[in-house]
């Protein structure tokens, strides 16, 4: 199936600073990136999705950049708040079995300091 | 609209031991997935159904069975418990019979395995 790597694998940064997670993967088919939120002790939920006919993506501080050609997806959360702390995931719909399933990738825990 | 239930959210297993793990969503949505996630591992898919009357494997199958029972409920069971199944447990769902679509997740089981 797909590979998907996701780094870094954890990213500290002072409140107000931006943060980057980027996921690169390896099937040039790939059509669909989703990043999900886990906060600790809760379960994961989507924050943002893309589709491979746009290049970015915006919803407030959050936004998805999409690199078809690198075959990379970033995740870009400006001015951070404490409340963005959490694990967040990449994933990836894998081709076999006609997209039925995603791969995630291993989480980027972010931690968010006053 | 309580989304995606699953029970119970607490289990300790003695090695051996079965038990079915449960789940029900009612958004009327066609694919689930059960999920396990233990640290520094992100979420790896066990089994999924994208629709009613059919499942597949996903990365971590062995030790697993499941049961979609009706559009509504997607079962997971541990025939002979081992430690090694000691994780968190999230079932999802999704409109789509892909991984093209938003997954929703459940509040994940807690299963201790000694």
């Known amino acids: 199936g797909e590979n998907v790597e996701q780094h870094p694998s954890t990213l500290s940064v002072q409140e107000g600073d931006s943060a980057v997670i980027k996921c690169t993967y390896s099937?040039?088919?790939?059509?669909?990136f989703p990043w999900y939120k886990q906060e600790l002790g809760k379960r994961p939920q989507l924050i943002i999705d893309?589709?491979?006919?746009?290049g970015e993506k915006k919803d407030q501080r959050i936004a998805v950049t999409l690199n078809k050609t690198a075959k990379h997806f970033s995740l870009h959360i400006t001015e951070t708040q404490p409340e963005d702390s959490a694990v967040y995931f990449c994933a990836l719909p894998q081709r076999d079995d006609s997209w039925g399933k995603l791969q995630f990738g291993a989480g980027t825990q972010v931690v968010v300091t006053p | 609209n309580a989304g995606v239930t699953q029970t119970p959210k607490f289990q300790v297993l003695k090695t051996g031991q079965s038990m079915t793990l449960q789940c029900a969503q009612d958004m009327n949505h066609n694919s689930m997935y059960w999920y396990r996630q233990d640290p520094g591992m992100g979420l790896r898919l066990i089994y999924y159904?994208?629709?009613?009357?059919?499942?597949d494997k996903g990365e971590v199958p062995n030790g697993y069975n499941v049961s979609r029972l009706n559009k509504r409920e997607f079962s997971l069971r541990l025939e002979s418990a081992a430690p090694s199944q000691t994780s968190v447990y999230f079932c999802a769902s999704s409109e789509g019979s892909s991984g093209l679509y938003e997954q929703y997740f459940g509040p994940g089981t807690r299963l201790t395995v000694t």
């Open positions: 159904s994208a629709s009613e009357g059919t499942t």
């Open positions: 099937d040039s088919a790939s059509n669909y």
């Open positions: 893309i589709r491979s006919n746009v």
